[in-house]
C-alpha cells in the first residue's frame, strides 16, 4: 500500500523507519520531512496544517493510509477531512484531539468519568484567578489552556511565581492560548508516559516511557520538548498500569465514544505516580517526541499493523509481539536550545554510524546541503539504541554520540539516571 506521514520530526523519522521495514509498505511519502527522512523515503512539501490540502495530495499520488504526527493538523481537523474523503486515518478527530488542545476539556472529561487528577479551577479573568491561587497558596502550576508548544505551564514553588504567571498568561505571551487559564492542585510524585491506541472503543497499550524534559543534566535549567527518553518506564508496574487502565484510561475512552466523538488514534497519557497511584497529568493527541523512538526501535515493522488496526477498527484482535527488550534516545540539540541557536552547522560522522535494530540515528531538525547534514532545528537527531537492558541500550547510544563529530550540538550526558 501506498502510505502518507505527516510531520518532520525525530518522531515522524522514527515511524517512517519502522513502516519501510513492513512489506505491507509499498511507496512511503513523508510532508515535510527531513535529511534523515529522505535517506529512506520520498519527501513532499505542502501545507500539512490544511485538510483541502492534505486530501488532494491523498487523492494525486493514490495514497492508501495516512499516519498523522503532531498535534497542528490534529487539532486543526485534518483526519476529519481525510476520513470524510474515505482515506483510511491514524489519528483523532478534532473533536477528540481536544484531549490535548484544551486543558479545561479535559479536565471536565477527568470530572464526568471519574479518572484520578490534580483539583482545578479554570479561569477566563486574570483578578479571580489570582484572589483563588492566595486561598489556594503554593505550590500551585499554572496552565495557559490551549496549545501553548509545551511552554504553557508553570509550575510555580512560590506565590509571586504563579501571579506573574497570571500576568503573562492574560498579557498574551502564550497568545490566544493563554485567553482561559486553568490552576491546579500541585502533584507531587514520579512522572511516566503511557501510550495507547484506540480504535474509537477498543484499546491496546504500546509501551511506557519516561522522558527528560529539562535541558541540563540531573534534570536541570529549561524546559524542552525532550532531550531523551527510554521504555520501558520501570515506575509504571504491573499495578499501576492496571490502576491506570481502569480508572483513567477505559473511563477516558468510554465518555469520549458517549459524546460521540470517540477516539481513534494513539492516546498519550501523563501520569504523576506517589504510594503506587497513578494521577492523570495530561493527555496528548499524538506519539511524544522523542518517546516515539523508542517505541518504534521495540516495535519495529508490526507498528504499521497495529496503526492500521487501530485505523480500521479492529484493534480487538491485534496484540503487540514484545521482546523482553529495553530501549533508550539521547537528544543531540543545537547549542543554545532551548534559546536561541544557530543554523547552518555541519554534522559529521554518521556516515560510520551502524544502522540497524539496535542502533538508529533518528533525523529532526536536519537538512542535506552540498552532500552534507547541516542543522537546521534545536533538536536536531535522535540517537537511539535498544539492548537486553537499559544499561545496554544506554552503553549502546552513548557509544554512537562518541563518534559523532558535531561542535556547534551538545546533548545530555545522564538520560535513565532515574532508572540505572
Ligand atoms: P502538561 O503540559 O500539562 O503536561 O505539563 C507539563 C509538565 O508540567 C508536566 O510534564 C509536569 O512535569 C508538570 N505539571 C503539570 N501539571 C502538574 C501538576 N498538577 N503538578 C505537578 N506538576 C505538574
Ligand atoms: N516529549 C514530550 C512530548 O512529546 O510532548
Not at 55 to 75: K, Q, R, T
Not at 81 to 93: Q, Y
Not at 286 to 308: I, K, S, T
Request: aromatic fraction near 6%.
Amino acid at each position: 500500500m501506498n502510505i502518507l506521514i505527516l510531520g518532520s520530526g525525530g518522531r515522524e523519522h522514527a515511524l517512517a523507519w519502522a513502516v519501510m521495514q513492513n512489506p505491507k509498505c509499498d511507496k512511503l511519502i513523508v510532508a515535510p520531512g527531513n535529511a534523515g527522512i529522505a535517506a529512506i523515503a520520498e519527501c513532499a512539501t505542502f501545507d500539512i496544517n490544511d485538510g483541502a490540502t492534505v486530501v488532494s495530495f491523498v487523492e494525486e499520488n493514490a495514497i492508501d493510509f495516512v499516519i498523522i504526527g503532531p498535534e497542528a493538523p490534529l487539532a486543526a481537523g485534518v483526519a476529519d477531512d481525510l476520513r470524510a474523503a474515505g482515506v483510511l486515518t491514524f489519528g483523532p478527530s478534532k473533536a477528540a484531539a481536544q484531549l490535548e488542545a484544551s486543558k479545561s476539556f479535559t479536565k471536565e472529561i477527568c470530572d464526568a468519568s471519574g479518572a484520578p487528577t490534580a483539583g482545578y479551577a479554570h479561569f477566563t479573568d486574570p483578578e479571580a484567578a489570582k484572589a483563588y491561587i492566595r486561598e489556594q497558596g503554593a505550590p500551585i502550576v499554572v496552565k495557559a489552556d490551549g496549545l501553548a508548544a509545551g511552554k504553557g505551564v508553570i509550575v510555580a514553588m512560590d506565590l509571586d511565581t504563579a501571579l506573574a504567571a497570571i500576568d503573562d498568561m492574560f498579557g498574551g505571551e502564550f497568545g490566544a492560548a493563554g485567553a482561559e487559564v486553568v490552576i491546579e492542585e500541585f502533584m507531587d510524585g514520579e512522572e511516566a508516559s503511557w501510550f495507547i491506541l484506540c480504535d474509537g472503543e477498543n484499546v491496546l497499550p504500546v509501551g511506557t516511557a519516561q522522558d527528560h524534559k529539562r535541558v541540563g543534566d540531573g534534570d536541570t535549567g529549561l524546559n524542552t520538548g525532550g532531550m531523551g527518553a527510554y521504555s520501558p518506564a520501570p515506575v509504571m508496574t504491573d499495578s499501576v498500569v492496571q490502576k491506570a487502565m481502569d480508572e483513567i484510561v477505559k473511563p477516558t475512552v468510554a465518555e469520549m465514544a458517549k459524546r460521540g466523538m470517540p477516539y481513534q488514534g494513539v492516546l498519550y497519557a501523563g501520569f504523576m505516580i506517589k504510594d503506587g497511584q497513578p494521577r492523570l497529568v495530561e493527555y496528548n493527541c499524538r506519539f511524544g517526541d522523542p518517546e516515539c523512538q523508542v517505541l518504534m526501535m521495540r516495535l519495529g515493522a508490526q507498528a504499521l499493523d497495529l496503526m492500521l488496526a487501530t485505523a480500521d477498527g479492529t484493534l480487538d484482535q491485534a496484540q503487540v509481539n514484545w521482546a523482553d527488550d529495553h530501549a533508550m534516545t539521547v537528544v543531540m540539540a543545537a547549542n543554545g536550545y532551548p534559546g536561541a541557536y544557530e543554523k547552518g552547522s555541519a554534522i559529521r560522522g554518521l556516515d560510520a554510524l551502524p544502522e540497524d535494530s539496535k542502533n538508529m540515528v533518528f533525523h529532526a531538525g536536519t537538512a542535506e546541503k552540498d552532500g552534507q547534514i547541516v542543522a537546521v532545528g534545536g533538536r536536531v537527531l535522535n540517537v537511539t539504541a535498544r539492548g537486553d537492558s537499559l544499561q545496554e541500550a544506554r552503553d549502546r547510544a552513548y557509544a554512537m554520540i562518541d563518534q559523532i563529530d558535531w561542535p556547534e550540538g551538545f546533548n545530555r550526558s545522564d538520560i535513565g539516571w532515574r532508572a540505572l
